[in-house]
C-alpha cells in the first residue's frame, strides 16, 4: 500500500470509529451498569475498527522507520504523535483487553485484576471512572460462585 492509500484508509476507519466511540462514552456517562448491554455490544463492534486503525497507523510506521522510499519521501510523523503514539496504543490495548478479560470471566476468576486496569487505563473518562468508583464495584461479591445457577434463592450483589 503507498502512503497516499494508507494515508485515505486510516483518515476512513477514524471516521466510522467516531459514531461508535460516541455511543460508548454515552453509555459510561449516563450510567454504564443502566447501559452495560449497549457498552459491551458497541465495545465489542468496536474491536475489529480499533484493530484495523491501529493496523493502518503501524503500517506507516513499519515502512517509514525501515526506510521505505515512498513513505520517507511523505515524511515523518509529526513529532506530537511520535510521542503520543505508543502511549494510546498501550492504552487502547489494554482497556480493550481488559474489557474482553472482563467478559470472559464475567467478572468473578480476575475480577479484582481487571476492573483495577480498566479503572487506570489512560483512555478512561472521568465518567466512567466516577461511576466504577461511587458504584464500589470491585467490592461487591455475588452471594453465590456461580450466580446465574438455580441455589433456591435469588443471587444478591450487594454486600449483607
Not at 466511540?21 to 475498527?49: C, D, N, R
Not at 510523523?77 to 482497556?95: D, E, F, G, I
Not at 465518567?127 to 450466580?147: E, I, M, V, Y
Request: contains cysteine; proline residues 8%; aromatic residues 8%.
Amino acid at each position: 500500500m503507498n502512503p497516499d492509500g494508507n494515508k485515505r484508509l486510516t483518515a476512513a476507519v477514524g471516521v466510522l470509529l467516531l459514531a461508535p466511540v460516541l455511543l460508548e462514552i454515552a453509555t459510561v456517562l449516563l450510567g454504564v451498569h443502566t447501559f452495560m448491554s449497549w457498552h459491551v455490544f458497541v465495545g465489542i463492534a468496536l474491536i475489529p475498527l480499533v484493530v484495523l486503525k491501529l493496523a493502518t497507523t503501524g503500517w506507516r510506521f513499519v515502512r517509514y522507520y525501515t526506510r521505505s522510499r515512498a513513505f520517507v519521501a511523505h515524511g515523518p510523523p509529526q513529532p506530537a504523535m511520535r510521542l503520543l503514539a505508543p502511549l494510546l496504543v498501550v492504552a487502547t490495548v489494554v482497556l480493550f483487553g481488559s474489557g474482553v478479560a472482563m467478559g470472559l470471566f464475567q467478572g468473578h476468576a480476575s475480577r479484582t485484576t481487571t476492573t483495577g486496569t480498566r479503572r487506570v487505563s489512560p483512555l478512561r473518562g472521568t465518567g466512567r471512572l466516577r461511576s466504577c468508583s461511587a458504584s464500589g464495584r470491585s467490592s461487591r461479591r455475588p452471594a453465590t460462585p456461580f450466580p446465574w445457577r438455580p441455589s433456591g434463592r435469588v443471587a444478591s450483589t450487594r454486600r449483607e
